[in-house]
């Protein structure tokens, strides 16, 4: 199958509404007025993951029907039975769409991969009732999204969730079948992820400090630490990005 004969494929699957305009080999359904309500904007930022076992699994297992890739980032291989959703046109996007409001008819998908985007997605709630609508009755879903990982926008990064969050995301829609603990999700990948941005945003007479603390000079009281300059001179971007919690202060408007 070729990449035009795919494309051809594909329209039968989506909202003729959704169409907003045709573009090559794909079909842009993102407006304005869906771009504003979901703050989806032009972005630097490349995803591009190959597939673990588990969504080599189902493309394999849907060989003859339809398997969505929801926020399939930049894709590398062509799989004629994939439509790779994006809100980016990269050269493998199928269609332009958002997650919480979907192109598709009811019941479209056999499979359906969400990996590592319903935590960059304004509304998870919104885009779990999308998912569960355009997937097949007996389709099978494979989600992931992170837990303890730092801010990482794409171009947006608004929720992380434990795995009772993501299984409530589903209540009620899907059948979940197995929780899930990846090796890619193993609380190695956090450590070390939080340790090297730390060290990177560090100026550069503070990092080798930093480098030759052991762990057990990073496991007393955190309050300990906060007038040491590994806390005090990091950046306040790099802080929020790394943060513990996160909070706001806000005000209702008078009428």
């Known amino acids: 199958m070729t990449r035009s004969v795919k494309h051809q494929a594909i329209r039968p699957l989506l909202l003729e509404k959704a169409i907003w305009k045709e573009t090559g080999d794909c079909y842009n359904c993102l407006p304005s007025g869906i771009r504003e309500k979901y703050e ?6 490349v995803s591009a993951h190959g ?8 493309v394999n297992r849907f060989r003859s029907g339809w398997v969505l890739d929801c ?8 799989l004629p039975n994939v439509v790779n ?10 269609v332009l769409g958002a997650a919480e409001e979907l192109p598709f008819k009811d019941n479209s998908f056999d499979g359906i991969l969400c990996m590592n985007v319903l935590e ?23 989600c992931v999204a992170p837990l303890l990982q730092p801010v990482h926008g794409y171009p947006h990064h608004y929720y992380n969730m434990t795995s009772q969050g993501l299984t409530n995301l ?6 979940i079948d197995k929780p899930l603990l990846l090796e890619t999700g193993l609380p190695i990948w956090s450590l070390s992820w939080i340790l ?7 100026p550069p007479g503070e990092r080798q400090d930093f480098r030759e603390m052991r762990i057990g000079d ?34 209702k408007p008078v009428a």
């Open 40 to 45: 989806i904007v032009a972005t630097a930022n």
């Open 85 to 94: 959703l994006e809100i980016v046109d990269y050269p493998s996007t199928d």
């Open 196 to 202: 090297k941005r730390w060290h990177q945003g560090l």
């Open 120 to 142: 960059h997605v304004k509304d998870p709630f919104k885009s779990a009732r999308e998912i569960a609508r355009v997937l097949k009755p007996g389709g099978e879903l494979y």
């Open 51 to 58: 597939y673990d076992p588990f969504a080599e699994a189902i």
């Open 170 to 175: 589903f209540a009620g829609l899907l059948r």
């Open 218 to 251: 990073l496991m007393g009281d955190p309050a300990g630490y906060l007038k040491r300059p590994f806390v005090t001179e990091l950046p306040n971007d790099f802080n929020y990005e790394l943060a513990s919690t996160t909070g706001i202060l806000a005000s």
């Open 71 to 78: 926020g399939a980032g930049r894709r590398g291989d062509f």
